[in-house]
C-alpha cells in the first residue's frame, strides 16, 4: 500500500485485489480510476527489506540549536524497483531526538534540513539548500547512478516534471514535489498536499 500524508494524518490507501465497474486493479475503493490517477492515489507498496526503510542515521556536524519545524518544506519521495522507499523521521536531528508516535517531538540540535515523520516532508529555515545537502546529512549517496542503496540511473522529477542532470543539484524550495525513482518508472506526483504543522 502508498502511505499518503492528508491533512488528517496518515492515510493507507488500500489495495483492491479485484475491482469492477469503471476501476482498475489496484485503484483504491469506492475512487474512479481516472480521479485516483488525477490525484496520484495509485497504490505503489513499500518494498520489504531494509533498503526499503533505510535508517535516520547520524546529524550532521553542522548540527545546531533551534527550533525543528523549518520556516519551509519540501516533499521528498523515493523509489526503487517500482516500491516505495520509507524516508524516515529523525534524519538531521540530534542523537538525543525524542519521539512521539513515529514522530521526532524534541532534540538538542538539528541540521539545515531535516525529517520530523516518516511522511517525506523536509523541514529547512532558508532557501538556496540543494537536495544532496538532505543525502548529505542522511549518511546516504545521491547521483545520476546511485539512489540510496539503488544502482542504475536515476530519474529525478519535480512538479511531476522530468529534471535532468545530477539530482544532487535539485533545489529544495517551500512547497516543492520531488520525486526520485530508480530502477522503473513510477508516475510522479506533480504536488503534494501539506499537513498542518508548527511554525518556527
Known sequence: MRVTATSAGLVALAVCASCGGDRTPGTPTGIDARV????????????????????????????EPGSLAGRYRAHVEVFGRKQAVVIPAGIG????????????????CRAAARTLDPTGVVHFDREGLRLGELFAVWGQPLDRARLLSFRGEVSAFVAGRPVTGDPADIALRDGAQIVLESGGYIPPHPSFRFPPGPKP
Do not use: Y
Not at 36 to 58: D, H, K, V, Y
Open 36 to 63: 485516483a490517477s488525477e490525484q496520484g492515489l495509485l497504490p505503489t507498496p513499500i518494498g520489504s527489506g531494509p533498503e526499503f526503510r533505510p535508517a535516520a542515521g547520524a546529524p550532521a556536524p553542522g548540527c
Open 93 to 108: 536531528v540530534g542523537a538525543d531526538a525524542r519521539h512521539e508516535f513515529g514522530r521526532v517531538v524534541g532534540a538538542d
